[in-house]
């Protein structure tokens, strides 16, 4: 039906807001979001904020990830996304897909994480070399996890650095997302990855393409894009980046 509401669950390790205040915002009044923040569900504490390497590879353990998915039964959520760029970066391409299979098997519905929705983004794009832009917060080393990450994938991965920008993820706009990025992307990028599940810079992404003239992707973006793909949407997303005319693969099964 035309006015379908998509349900989709979001699991994640982090406080800050992320997929809840941009997916609205892309699929304006086609979706809903039901948030699990995996510390505060299961009572574990978590010691640095943002989590470190450590935390954040312990917040993403299977039995824990179930635990925390095991609140989303019975919400009626159609497909659920695992919310992390950082995560990804920490664990790796393969521990991330064998994740969200384990996921998808334990929910009986389509999973979907970030940085697996990336690379599945860029190669849909046929993009072989990409420019990372990492939040504010992101230090050297998960920038270099996050070069490391794509680079397994068999992409060249052309720059990875934090932008200059506001620490707090709050005070974060998309004009200074566009700002910065549109004079650090090297020419010989054909395409720009924007990390971060909690940076909101899915408002630049139009913007931006429009100044460098390639695609632009962010962490929420990709991850609506093929949550939405697997969630079978009757509708497109417009006005956040060239993404979204293209269609990605859709699971046959479960995990």
């Known amino acids: 039906?035309?006015?379908?509401?998509?349900?989709?669950?979001?699991?994640?390790?982090?406080?800050?807001?992320?997929?809840?205040?941009?997916?609205?915002?892309?699929?304006?009044?086609?979706?809903?979001?039901?948030?699990?923040?995996?510390?505060?569900?299961?009572?574990?504490?978590?010691?640095?904020?943002?989590?470190?390497?450590?935390?954040?590879?312990?917040?993403?353990?299977?039995?824990?990830?179930?635990?925390?998915?095991d609140s989303l039964a019975g919400s009626s959520v159609e497909v659920v996304g695992y919310a992390s760029t950082s995560s990804a970066y920490v664990i790796g391409?393969?521990?991330?897909?064998?994740?969200?299979?384990?996921?998808?098997?334990?929910?009986?519905?389509?999973?979907a994480s970030t940085c697996a929705s990336a690379v599945l983004a860029l190669r849909t794009l046929e993009v072989e070399r990409v420019a990372l832009v990492a939040p504010p917060w992101f230090d050297d080393e998960l920038n270099e996890l996050g070069a490391t990450y794509f680079r397994s994938q068999g992409l060249r991965v052309v720059t990875s650095e934090s932008a200059d920008l506001a620490q707090d993820p709050r005070r974060v706009e998309p004009a200074a997302v566009y700002e910065w990025t549109s004079r650090h992307v090297p020419d010989d990028a054909e395409a720009v990855f924007i990390g971060g599940n909690g940076f909101r810079a899915a408002g630049a992404v139009e913007a931006l393409e429009a100044t460098l003239?390639?695609?632009?992707?962010?962490?929420?973006?990709?991850?609506?894009?093929?949550?939405?793909?697997?969630?079978?949407?009757?509708?497109?997303?417009?006005?956040?980046?060239?993404?979204?005319?293209?269609?990605?693969?859709?699971r046959d099964r479960f995990g």
């Not at 391409?93 to 999973?111: K, N, Y």
């Open 93 to 111: 391409f393969d521990d991330e897909e064998a994740l969200v299979a384990t996921l998808s098997r334990r929910l009986a519905i389509p999973v």
């Open 1 to 69: 039906m035309a006015d379908r509401l998509i349900r989709i669950g979001i699991l994640t390790p982090h406080a800050a807001p992320g997929p809840e205040a941009e997916f609205p915002a892309m699929a304006p009044g086609r979706i809903t979001t039901n948030v699990k923040r995996v510390a505060d569900a299961l009572g574990v504490r978590v010691r640095t904020n943002p989590p470190g390497p450590t935390e954040l590879r312990r917040l993403a353990e299977v039995p824990l990830l179930e635990a925390a998915a």
């Open 213 to 250: 003239g390639r695609p632009v992707l962010t962490s929420n973006q990709v991850l609506l894009w093929n949550l939405l793909s697997q969630a079978r949407a009757d509708f497109q997303v417009s006005g956040y980046g060239r993404l979204f005319s293209r269609t990605p693969p859709v």
